[in-house]
C-alpha cells in the first residue's frame, strides 16, 4: 500500500535531542518517517488537508504520521483528501498554488487508484 514507511530506531547522543531546557535526551525510542516510501507503481496522488487537530497530532506525535490519513481523533478523521492527480508532479505543481496556510497543513500523499 502507498504511504509512509515508518523506520524505528533509538536515540544516541549523537542526535543532539534536546528537551525544553535543552537537556539532551538519549536512549529513548522515536520513529523515523520516510515520507512516501511505500510508492507503487499504479499509485495516484493526493492532496490531504489535514483538520486543527491533525496538524497537531501530526506535529506533536510524529508516529502517527504514517497512518495520519486513517487516524481519528475525538471519533472525527485526522483530514480529507483535497484532490486526486495521476502524478506526484501534479500534485505537487497543485500544493505549490495553494495560499502559504494552506499549504502547511496540505500533504501529498500515494494512494491506490480508485
Known sequence: MAGN????RVTTIEDGIKDKTGAVICGLPIVKVVINGNVE???EWILYRLTDDGVAA???LPELRSGIMSVLIAGENAGE???????E???VDHLKQ???EEKLRTLVRSVRPK
Open 41 to 43: 507503481t499504479n499509485d
Open 58 to 60: 501530526y506535529r506533536e
Open 89 to 91: 508532479g501534479e500534485a
Open 5 to 8: 514507511k515508518v523506520i524505528d
Open 81 to 87: 483528501e483535497v484532490a486526486r492527480f495521476k502524478t
Open 98 to 100: 495553494l495560499p502559504p
